[in-house]
């Protein structure tokens, strides 16, 4: 009776998947243990699996047939065989990405038995409960909501941040999911905010190590009087924010766009973000379940606008056609071609209290990364060679002197983030003519992807417009490579 209810979330059932090896630690915090699975994918490579993990003097034990694959696991694993992969795994790969990609590697599953940490049971922080005394609010003035001020987030110190960081992985561990931000939280960078109607949002920012290589990634959870409802994600670059939104499918519908709403005011505020964009998946390419839903409309109604000009035209008639002709229903082939584009929305004007045009055109307002990517590529190959321990070196010493030779952070993540990011500075041909002030924020600034807080990146980078510029410049016009 307990086998159709694996991964319902509900408390007393087991969820079973695959998770990273700082998920599996914690499962074994909270309890109970999480046990193998023995799934057909993992018992496929069983077999290797254990003869990397076996000391050399044993290894040839995997060709016994005095014992099953599951009895040779059992016997070297003893009792408690996820304790004993992880501690493995960490004595033959001390460094963290190394020990993930490890994990990940052995493609093992889990079965985890669900207490506390359970659909059932997970809560956010007490608060103060929303009744429902009125109608549901179907229709949101967005404009209205991202200007309204954010409060203060909720005071906690370090235990209240681990207690927060426990319910955002019980949210996504008792669905068997992950997300970076949740997996990998920095417990200084959690902030959760009290909004209205009930609604919580929990932001949450990476640790220094697991930081994205330019952008900035922040995670969240939102819950409703208490209750989890969704998760997701904004991609901050310069002013510009990819958001990504998971609400639960037993919670869409209902108020489902002013929970939204206050997800993009937390962002907005906290990040600055002049724009937003969503990714087509969000609304249906390679997402069936998006394109029976209709949810390009969801984001429509709100101000998105697909950034393809041609994309805007049709998808303005067809909301034209929504309106004149009763009883008319998009087809599913017809949002699928609105997927070949993303969707945007500026903020600004709709906050002061334009609405959007249904062709509004699309300005980009932060450096297309790709293009910037491939630029640092080009640049390496024309200027060295492909030779990267050189350009890594040589660009280090370019931005130091550029930026002045005691700009470079003492403190190890800041350091080791500025020399990453140093490669992206000495391609700026100008960049020792620029003001001294901007000069020292952008040192500022590349030190700052490696602190405390990432946020303080985020926004140092929204203060150097000529660097935006420049960048821009770089992305679309990169130096050729050599034959």
Known sequence: AAEPLINSGLAGTDVVGNFTADILGWMAETGPDPVMAWDEE?????????????????????????????????????????????????????????????????????????????????????????????????????????????????????????????????TLASRARETDTITWANPDEVQLFRLDRGVDVMLIGLRPAHRLPVESYFGFVAARNRIPVAYGGGWVFFGRCEIGVNLFPEFRGGESAFIFAQVLRAYRQRYRVAQFLVDPYQFGKGNTEAIRSGAFWFYYRLGFRPTDPEVATEASAEWARLHSTAGHQTAASVLRRFTASPLFLDVDPLEAGMTPALDAPWRPVAPDLPSLGLAVTRWIAHHYHADRGRAQSESLRLVSRALGASVRPRRKNEREWFERLAPLAAMIPDLGRWPRAERRLLAAALAAKGGRRERDYALRLQQLPRLRQAWQQTAAHPPSTPA
């Open 42 to 170: 993992f018992l496929s490579g069983a077999d290797e699996a254990l003869s990397l993990l076996l000391l050399p003097a044993e290894r040839d034990a995997v060709l016994t047939e005095d014992l099953t694959t599951r009895g040779l696991w059992r016997l070297a694993a003893g009792k408690h065989p996820v304790h004993w992969i992880l501690d493995r795994v960490a004595a033959l790969a001390p460094d963290p990405e190394a020990r993930e990609r490890l994990v990940d590697g052995l493609k093992l599953a889990v079965r985890w038995r669900l207490g506390s940490a359970s659909r059932t049971l997970t809560r956010f922080p007490p608060r103060p409960l929303f009744f429902q005394t009125a109608p549901l609010v179907r229709q949101v003035s967005l404009g209205s909501v991202l200007s309204e001020p954010l409060p203060r987030p909720r005071a906690g110190g370090a235990d209240d941040a681990a207690g927060l960081i426990g319910v955002a992985r019980a």
